[in-house]
């Protein structure tokens, strides 16, 4: 297959995953009154600290076992040998997620002491326990229409979990004043329901089939991953931690802000990221793998680039239409976490290089590094200069992973990127951005700005002659439709 009919393949399954993810992420600001209405700020605090609990048990009872899933599926087009690979990854995942559950209720009262959730909290611990289960088992199945690039039954699958979930935590929250207990059981609900489903519709491939010298392979494979994704985990979330003990919760509460405005970058990565294993691994012959990488990379890095400085450069105005007075302060921070979720987003096309040589062994590392970095940075950062200090901590742990990741990846499996264009999209954005804050520009210019990226990108020697060729193309169309 040609370069052009991959990209297009990659583009089209990250477009339709993420229909799942914007649903998701707009219901989920429509949910918000509701939450706040009928929840108390303890009680909020408990959901918050029990999900975040629950992402750290999720990392580590999977033991790599869902990264390997992807690599080891496409190691081979035998279609036993896949079905080997499938049944393997779900009854691991199955036992695990089983150990997490009976842990989680039988140790409940402990573990509400633990999180300092407060008294009458262990049917809490219980509720995310079985929350924990159904996550674990759900994701494991609908990860199989992934490896298909059955795109539109996956978003299908998300779409049900959504809306089962949203009605039963409005029923159980508005109708029974379940409370915080409500929002747990409803959020598990929905994905319940549909794994149930998937169970019935995958029956044929899930027998009763396992192989421990296989399991024992896809460990060695997925394990040094799992202190890589804590590091991850602690990057993501840290940062909060830092600027509460420092600066107090009004300055979080600015922070996280900044926080959710620049996730919009975080949603299309979320898209990317649901399409990438998958495609990566498919691509059976090398050469063509790593030139397609390149083009990836080049250009995810345009499309997060433009997003960040569309979000940086119009921040003052989004916050403003957004929040309320108190919290307009938050577009101070918004460019510089969203293109910490730029470099980030490079960071998973690189990543895949050593996932294919399986060498995954030190990318622990690098993350571990990068974690390292984001730590000393808000110690240092937070207390002259509070919620600023964080993001750029953040930045600059995000920056430290991406380079990290360019020595380690090309050292177990070398692709020529095309750097100069990956450097020239990212610092043209961001000068842009510099451009629009640092000199206060009006809505109108700041607009111009991000509109004119694409075009500021072509003096500088950007695009190839057949990128140049189908711009024009593009141009004489619109023309001819204007």
């Avoid at 048990?57 to 087009?77: C, E, H, K, Q, W």
């Avoid at 100069?420 to 951005?433: D, E, F, I, K, Q």
């Avoid at 002659?465 to 024009?472: D, F, I, N, Q």
Wanted: a positive charge; proline letters at 3%; one cysteine or more.
């Amino acid at each position: 297959m040609g370069l052009g009919h991959e990209l297009k393949r990659l583009a089209r399954h990250s477009a339709i995953y993420g229909i799942g993810g914007l649903v998701s992420r707009v219901l989920a600001v429509l949910l918000l009154p509701l939450y706040t209405h009928y929840l108390s700020d303890a009680d909020y605090g408990r959901i918050e600290t029990l999900v975040a609990a629950s992402t750290v048990l999720v990392i580590v009872l999977r033991m790599g076992i869902s990264s390997a899933f992807f690599r080891f599926y496409f190691d081979s087009t035998d279609p036993e040998r896949r079905t080997l690979v499938v049944r393997t990854s779900f009854w691991f995942t199955m036992a695990m997620a089983t150990l997490g559950l009976v842990l989680g209720v039988l140790l409940a009262p402990q573990i509400a002491d633990a999180l300092n959730l407060g008294g009458h909290s262990a049917n809490l611990v219980r509720a995310a326990a079985v929350g924990l289960w159904a996550q674990m088992n759900y994701e494991q199945l609908t990860s199989l229409f992934r490896v298909e690039e059955r795109s539109v039954q996956f978003v299908f699958a998300s779409l049900a979990n959504i809306l089962i979930t949203v009605a039963a935590t409005v029923i159980l929250v508005v109708g029974f004043h379940k409370g915080p207990l409500g929002v747990l059981v409803g959020n598990f609900l929905g994905t319940l329901c549909v794994y149930v489903v998937l169970l019935a519709y995958r029956r044929y491939q899930l027998g009763f089939q396992f192989d421990g010298r296989l399991l024992r392979a896809m460990n060695r494979f997925g394990m040094p991953l799992v202190p890589s994704a804590l590091a991850l985990w602690a990057i993501n979330f840290i940062d909060r931690f830092f600027v509460g003990q420092f600066k107090g919760q009004a300055e979080v509460g600015v922070y996280s802000v900044a926080v959710r405005i620049s996730s919009a970058v975080v949603f299309l990565l979320i898209a990317f990221r649901t399409a990438w294993p998958a495609f990566a691994y498919s691509i059976e012959d090398d050469r063509e793998a790593k030139r397609t990488y390149a083009f990836v990379l080049t250009y995810l890095v345009v499309v997060a680039c433009w997003a960040s400085l569309a979000l940086g450069a119009l921040a003052p105005w989004i916050v403003d239409a957004l929040t309320a007075p108190r919290f307009h302060r938050a577009h101070e921070a918004v460019a510089l976490l969203a293109f910490a979720a730029a470099a980030y987003a490079g960071y998973t096309v690189l990543a895949i290089g050593s996932g294919r040589a399986r060498r995954t062994q030190l990318n622990w590392v690098i993350t571990g590094i990068a974690a390292a970095v984001n730590v000393g940075l808000n110690v240092a950062l937070i207390p002259p200069y509070g919620m600023i200090g964080a993001a750029i901590a953040t930045a600059a742990s995000y920056v430290t992973l991406f380079a990290g990741m360019v020595v380690y990846a090309q050292r177990v499996y070398p692709v020529a990127y095309q750097w100069r264009r990956v450097l020239t999209a990212a610092a043209v954005a961001v000068g842009l951005t510099v451009a629009a804050r640092a000199t206060g520009a009006p809505l109108a210019v700041s607009l111009v700005l991000v509109v004119v990226y694409p075009l500021a990108l072509l003096p500088l020697g950007f695009y190839l002659p057949a990128e140049r060729k189908r711009l024009a193309h593009l141009r004489e169309r619109f023309q001819v439709l204007g």
